[in-house]
Structure formats: structure tokens, C-alpha cells
């Protein structure tokens, strides 16, 4: 008897400790979105940028660095049109004041849209016979799309830190962060059951 009140009330403490844990990470994700939105500058439509700024950018889209169709580095200027009808207005924003870097490992895949903001981009990358290259000061401004295929290094440097650049990242990018925390708590919530005796 004493057996199964013991084991009751080990399956109630670790029960209460999966309630508390799950507590904590859900009010880590809420404040961590609500410190990052209160950064955040008013949201912006696309169609909030003047159609002046792409009247000297052809109606397709322009590529700078065409030199080969394989290259792992374009940068475009798709009109507000293109970008709408890429998804591009439900990707999440970021905003930064000061200069910052984004690395792309191996075999990833990063796409950056400047929404808002003028700077400046340096890409280090490796080129298809694997030899470094470096794209250096290439100006953004509204409208600019960069798409990196493989292993690099962007370093974005801002023109003004009041105005900052508010750049736009696909949603499945972000999504390996939250991959990772679920796999976290889903062996964290099977340690719970396997010391329980539950399973």
C-alpha cells in the first residue's frame, strides 16, 4: 500500500514540475515576442514605399550579380507587385540601429527583404568551385531583396540609427529555433512518463 502512495506522489510532483516547466517556457516565448515587438517601429505596408523608388528598376526583376545561373548570391528588386505575390508581406520584421551580422551556415538558405531603411552589405561567401569571394558596400534601400544559397557571413552596416533598417525573414527560417525547443520538451516530457513508470 505504502508503495503506491509513494509512486502517487512521485507521479504528482513530477507531474507538477512538467506544469511549472511548460509555465516558464511559454512565458519565456510571450516576453521574449513582447521585448522584440516593443523595439519594433510602427508596422509598414509594402505599399507604403513610393513606387518613385523602383521607376529607374525595370518592371522584371533586376539582377546585380548574373554573372552565372548557379551563383549563390542574388541580389534583386522585385516591384511591390512581385513582392506581394511572393509572400514577402507576412514574413516577420526586424528591426536594427547599428550594424549587425547574419551567418549562414552550410547548406543553408537565407533570404533578407529591406523593408524600410538605407545601409550598406558586405557578403562573404564561397562561390560553386568553393573559393571565397566577397560582395563589399553593396547599397540597400526599400525594395531590395538578398537571397544567399550556402555557407556565408552578411555584415549590414546602417546609414542612420534613428531611421535603422527593417529587414523582413521568411517564417521557416525561425522555425529550426522552435524545432529545437520542442524536441527539448518533448524529451523532457518523456524522461517525466519513463521515470513515472508511465510507459
Known sequence: ?????????????MMGSLIIFIYVFVLAVFSSIDETLAFLPPQKSLTSVSSNQYSSISKTTS?????????PVEITFPTPEEAASMGIRDWPQQFH????????????IATRYVLDGKGRLTIDYYDDNNVKQRINNQRVYPGTLVEVDGEANLLWDVDDSKEGLIILTPNYEEGGKLLIVGGILAVFCAGLLIGSGGL
Open 1 to 13: 500500500m505504502t508503495y503506491y502512495y509513494h509512486k502517487r506522489i512521485c507521479i504528482a510532483k
Open 63 to 71: 539582377l546585380l550579380f548574373a554573372t552565372s545561373t548557379n551563383n
Open 97 to 108: 540601429s547599428k550594424t549587425w551580422s547574419d551567418r549562414v551556415s552550410e547548406g543553408g
